[in-house]
């Protein structure tokens, strides 16, 4: 399966099979599609640069070295960002930031829109080059090709070549692997056995992206970066990925998540980094983040409710009021007194998703 003559044979077919869709067949290597995995059909990167957070770089030529990162895949920290600097014309997108990721971490790395948690990614995995600070993958400067051997990674935006069979992209992909994931294990695994002999261009929305996901999984990788890899999944395939992640993670290696979806990170993440404006506001685990903001939920049914000091901000549905406070105690104690007529109280912890929203907002007590 990674003889040169099959590489050769899917290189022509991949090439002949892409042209009549526009597509530049330059960028259909090989290489290309070992690191980005669904993006095989990469579109121009001059109209793509900027400080967004959607990974639009295709990536730079992968060596095929099967020696060298070796000895740094052994180490407990796999990869990490120092002090990293990174601007787009007159606007930061990166400002001192730090990331560490370590054996067996699942981390989310959360943050609004244009925070920077592309740009992070994208240094981390060689395809841009910091201003200043260190970015180390496997002990090495991640734009050396021998550092992303053990990388896999699905980016956020997905393209495929519209002619090209399942199969064959997860061949493409497996053939620069010493050791790949079989084609069958992984079709099963992300319940693509029926698509494998059909055209890209023929898979629903849900399929291409368990397909970009079975991708990153290809090489069975020490560390795996995915960013929002649910987008467009139901409930079920969403689960279904979530204990593959875990099983993963179990095994020794380091998983990098983005996601938008907040019960996800709750759910996954061993540790938590939230980064706003290009630097980290908070990291740890989802308890301790919750912890750190320092407010809780006060749930209860009233008509009317008066402006009170404590309050930091009051959510309403109908007559169900949410009221977010430092100091739940002294809240109910305040209405009562007022002669505040309430019922069906209740006082909760947060979720992640409100202290991220807290911390966001700038609410933190």
């Known amino acids: 399966m990674g003889s040169s003559r099959h590489r050769r044979s899917l290189r022509g077919r991949l090439l002949l099979d892409e042209q009549p869709h526009g597509c530049d067949p330059g960028s259909l290597d090989l290489q290309h599609a070992r690191l980005a995995g669904a993006r095989i059909c ?29 000895d740094a895949a052994g180490s407990e920290t796999l990869a990490s960002l120092h002090g990293v600097t990174k601007s787009f014309g007159k606007t930061p997108a990166l400002r ?51 550092s992303r051997r053990l990388v896999g990674a699905t980016p956020q935006e997905i393209g495929f070549p519209w002619t090209l069979r399942v199969r064959d992209v997860v061949d493409l992909v497996r053939a620069h692997f010493e050791e790949p994931v079989s084609r069958v294990e992984l079709l099963q695994r992300f319940d693509l056995e029926q698509s494998g002999p059909r055209q890209t261009g023929a898979l629903s929305g849900g ?21 929002e890899p649910t987008t ?18 179990g095994a020794g290696a380091s998983v990098l ?16 980094v939230v980064i706003q404006h290009g630097v980290v506001l908070v990291e740890g685990t989802a ?9 809780t939920r006060i749930r209860l049914r009233a008509l009317d409710i008066p402006p009170l000091p404590e309050i930091s901000r009051i959510e309403r549905a109908g007559e169900v009021a949410t009221i977010y406070t430092a100091s739940a105690d002294e809240v109910v104690a305040e209405l009562v007194q007022r002669g505040v007529r309430f019922s069906d109280l209740e006082i909760l912890p947060l979720t ?7 911390l966001t907002r700038g609410e933190v007590t």
């Open 257 to 272: 998540l983005t996601t938008h979806q907040l019960d996800e990170a709750e759910a996954l993440a061993s540790r938590v």
């Open 96 to 146: 001192g930031f730090d990331l560490e990721l370590r054996r067996g971490e699942i981390v989310a790395l959360l943050g609004p829109n244009g925070a920077g948690k592309t740009t992070a990614i994208s240094i981390l995995l060689g395809l841009r080059a910091p201003d200043s600070g260190r970015a180390v993958l496997f002990g090495r400067d991640p734009r050396d090709p021998a």
């Open 287 to 295: 308890k301790e983040i919750k912890g750190k903001v320092g407010l």
């Open 42 to 70: 990469a579109t121009s990167r001059s109209d793509r640069r900027g400080a967004d957070d959607t990974l639009a770089e295709s990536p730079a030529e992968l060596s095929l070295d099967v020696a060298a990162g070796e």
């Open 207 to 227: 399929q291409k992206r368990r397909l970009a996901v079975a991708l990153a999984f290809a090489g069975d990788p020490r560390l795996l970066v995915l960013d």
């Open 232 to 249: 467009g999944l139901d409930v079920e395939a969403r689960r279904g990925l979530w204990e593959h992640i875990r099983e993963h993670a």
């Open 352 to 358: 992640l998703e409100e202290a991220f929203l807290a």
